[in-house]
């Protein structure tokens, strides 16, 4: 079987987006909210009010005389004007252009703490969020899609604002399961329209209880009699601290489904993904940048890892902070008694003041797009680190009048024990420096995945840079990775073998394919779709079936997910199976154009089946979206080099380099691509290739060889002599260095290698002839 293989490229499902199902789902109906009251009144009319409650909210007079909200005035955004008003007891959105004005009615209003964001009904069933949102806090109104670019540190290119009719803020695509509750999203794939329909708005009981027809009748039947322990209905009281961090989960994670539905009493890690520090909307010490929820930074607390905390104990089951105001050190008492009972020496703040309330050096509280949320890994202050990444710390998120240089001399001074910050700072301008493709420090990454002694999340993170490593001392470490206690780092092992086709890899991915967790088994299930079956037993190939059946379940799992159909084409792609993997890159296309990767990738595929103008045309529609990609100038290039249009092939190649000056495929290729017309510039390209991939002697060679044809001997024997001293039997390497020698009259020296090279080992029958052929006519 023909393999064809390709990087993976997940893309971030920023929240929640599966439906929640149990066991006794088959039997049990659902019976909403208002079931609850006869019996749990008290509990109904906490949560009635709660955010949770009122997740979503139908914007008619009755949410209107709550709010009061003003009209917005004009908001000018992509070419238009935007304006909210309040029109007959209900807001409309005009957008105005020219003379002309589209009327938008707005049926929803989603959050309701920080921020109401607003849906308005659209073609093919879509909910989309309109382009303004109203700022609970200030009052006021915003560009939303202007609130969510984000700011990252030394970026050349600046984010950029999605148009408000973009995907990604399509509610039917995004985070409509945390919003809404028994949601069944009837998505149809051929005509890319939906039939959404759910049973309440908010998140109401039933979401963290289960279906409660059956309790009901349960409870109806007994009456005051005695209470069984199966009372049809799932108990959170029983739940033990891994099961209520799991519940919460879902909708509080920057995470993929890798299910379709989902119950409390599960694992998490049974049914979703968790995303880490790989990616850049967070900081390299962890903290927020961007938007992502709150599972990553509470996976990163020592609280969490060293005892049994877990959400409920600090926040109701409706989402309250059970620790409010003069009282909130209570939530750190049952731990750490001592300090809060001496605050103002651990703090170093008067009591009773902000900086003696432990949240607030430990919780601090930034914003992303008028979101307010507070770091859940618990960490001390650690302007140190603001220095280093320009991250936040909780010394100048108060005292935003001083520099993070005096912060960091009142901590030092304080807490003179610099160990953790230390550590800290470390690890994370590691994670900075492998997000750079720089691998200066790799033996210092892979010590901290080896020696297992921090927290999976920063584990997972170096796990997954590592992807774009070519180094291979890095295989190892990524093979006993998957005998990490923790799920998620096993899971980012298994992933991180893909491309490795060694005996050692595939039986480490065979075994991982029977892990207890399903996170482990469906990412054990992609690289092994690479491997030929013939290399498996019947019995292998029967584990193999299970884990592959489970992870193409978890991209069917999102239909409506660009990202599901292009892995999907990757998985196809893998199994040499090309049209099923057209079919699928076509369909992720087809449901966002603007994504990158499908395009690269059937692109690809097109040139190896012969069609060069679909090949084209692909990478054409591409780089309208991106212009300067790097994956899309380089494809290009290659094609336009193959059809010899060479010009325009220089010009995608230079455009590649621009954007990954380390791009060692397009620096090789334009070396070859000059050498007939500008000798410096090819060998310019050929020393760029060469420090890009030094691993590679191929690129080393053709730099040794663009020297000796600028007539710099001495540069191309010095490169040539690296080259062998690395690999000696590199045999075009020798043939070459040897006929510089004979040309410049040292056949002794040519002699000599030719009778070292003949030592080294692995050389085959033929080539060692082809050697001595060259010895004897060294003597003619």
């Known amino acids: 079987m023909n393999k064809l293989f390709s990087f993976i490229f997940l893309i971030i499902i920023l929240s929640a987006c599966n439906t929640r199902d149990s066991k006794n789902s088959r039997t049990a109906s659902y019976s909403g909210s208002e079931s609850c009251i006869e019996c749990h009144e008290r509990f109904y009319n906490l949560w009635s009010p709660s955010h949770h409650g009122k997740a979503m909210q139908a914007t008619n007079k009755s949410f209107i005389k709550e709010n009061t909200l003003p009209e917005s005035g004009d908001f000018a955004l992509e070419g238009k004007k935007y304006e909210v008003i309040l029109d007959d007891s209900t807001l409309v959105l005009l957008e105005k252009e020219g003379a002309g004005t589209t009327r938008y009615d707005i049926d929803w209003a989603l959050g309701g703490k920080n921020v109401y964001y607003f849906l308005t009904p659209m073609e093919k069933g879509k909910l989309q969020t309109i382009p303004l949102a109203y700022n609970i806090n200030k009052k006021e109104w915003y560009n939303n899609p202007e609130s969510a670019i984000r700011h990252f540190p030394d970026a050349e290119t600046p984010d950029e604002a999605l148009s408000w009719k973009d995907r990604m803020y399509t509610f039917n695509t995004s985070c409509y399961g945390c919003h809404v509750s028994q949601l069944t999203t009837n998505f149809d794939l051929a005509s890319d329209s939906y039939r959404t329909t759910w049973r309440e708005s908010g998140i109401n009981c039933e979401t963290c209880h289960g279906p409660s027809s059956e309790h009901v009748k349960l409870f109806k039947k007994i009456k005051n009699g005695k209470v069984p322990y199966d009372i049809k209905l799932v108990v959170t009281k029983r739940f033990t601290p891994e099961q209520h961090n799991s519940a919460c989960a879902p909708c509080h994670a920057k995470m993929q489904p890798i299910t379709a539905s989902f119950m409390p009493g599960k694992l998490f890690y049974d049914h979703y993904n968790l995303t880490t520090l790989e990616n850049p909307d967070f900081y390299p010490d962890g903290r927020d940048l961007g938007e992502n929820y709150t599972m990553t930074t509470w996976g990163m607390n020592a609280c969490v890892s060293k005892s049994d905390l877990h959400c409920v104990i600090c926040h109701t089951s409706s989402g309250r902070f059970r620790f409010k105001g003069k009282n909130s050190n209570d939530a750190c008492k049952s731990c750490h008694e001592s300090r809060v009972n001496d605050v103002v020496a651990h703090s170093h703040h008067p009591e009773g003041s902000e900086g003696a309330l432990c949240i607030n050096c430990h919780m601090p509280k930034t914003e992303f797009g008028n979101m307010i949320r507070s770091d859940h890994s618990f960490r001390p202050p650690m302007p140190g680190a603001t220095l280093k990444f320009g991250s936040p710390n909780a010394c100048n998120i108060c005292h935003n009048e001083k520099s993070a240089e005096w912060a960091v001399k009142k901590v030092n001074e304080w807490y003179p024990d610099d160990t953790y910050r230390k550590e800290t700072i470390r690890w994370a301008q590691l994670i900075k420096e492998a997000r750079e493709d720089n691998w200066e420090n790799l033996d210092k990454m892979l010590e901290i995945i080896n020696r297992q002694e ?198 995608a190649l230079e455009t590649c380099l621009k954007s990954n000056p380390n791009q060692g495929i397009a620096a090789y290729n334009l070396s070859i691509l000059y050498a007939g017309s500008d000798i410096n510039k090819a060998l310019k390209y050929a020393k760029m290739a060469t420090v890009a991939i030094p691993e590679d002697p191929k690129y080393s060679y053709t730099l040794a060889y663009y020297q000796s044809k600028a007539k710099q001997a001495k540069e191309s024997i010095k490169t040539l002599k690296g080259i062998i001293k690395k690999y000696p039997g590199h045999l075009n390497s020798v043939f070459l260095l040897a006929q510089i020698y004979v040309q410049a009259g040292q056949k002794e020296k040519a002699e000599q290698l030719y009778m070292e090279t003949l030592k080294a080992e692995g050389l085959s029958d033929a080539e060692k002839a082809g050697i001595q052929q060259a010895l004897a006519g060294l003597n003619k």
């Open 454 to 651: 921090h927290n999976e999340i920063i584990t997972t993170s170096l796990i997954r840079l590592l992807a774009n490593c070519r180094e291979p001392e890095k295989w190892k470490a990524i093979m006993d990775a998957l005998g990490n206690n923790s799920p998620l780092v096993r899971s980012a092992a298994a992933a991180g073998l893909m491309g490795n086709f060694t005996k050692e890899a595939k039986a480490a991915l065979l075994k991982a394919c029977s892990d207890t967790f399903r996170v482990v088994r469906v990412s054990a299930a992609l690289p092994l779709s690479a491997f030929p079956d013939e290399q498996f037993s019947t019995e292998e190939q029967a584990i193999i079936a299970k884990a592959t059946t489970e992870y193409k379940q978890s991209l069917v799992a999102r239909p409506d997910d660009w990202s599901a159909h292009y892995n999907m084409g990757i998985f196809y792609q893998n199994r040499g199976d090309i049209a099923k993997a057209l079919e699928s890159y076509e369909t992720s296309s087809r449901l966002y154009p603007a994504a990158i990767m499908p395009l690269v990738n059937s692109s690809v595929l097109y040139s190896y089946i012969g069609n060069q103008a679909k090949a084209e045309e692909n990478l054409r529609k591409a780089i309208q979206y991106a212009p300067d990609d790097e994956a899309v100038n380089l494809n290009l290039g290659l094609l336009l080099a193959e059809q010899g249009r060479n010009e325009e092939a220089k010009k």
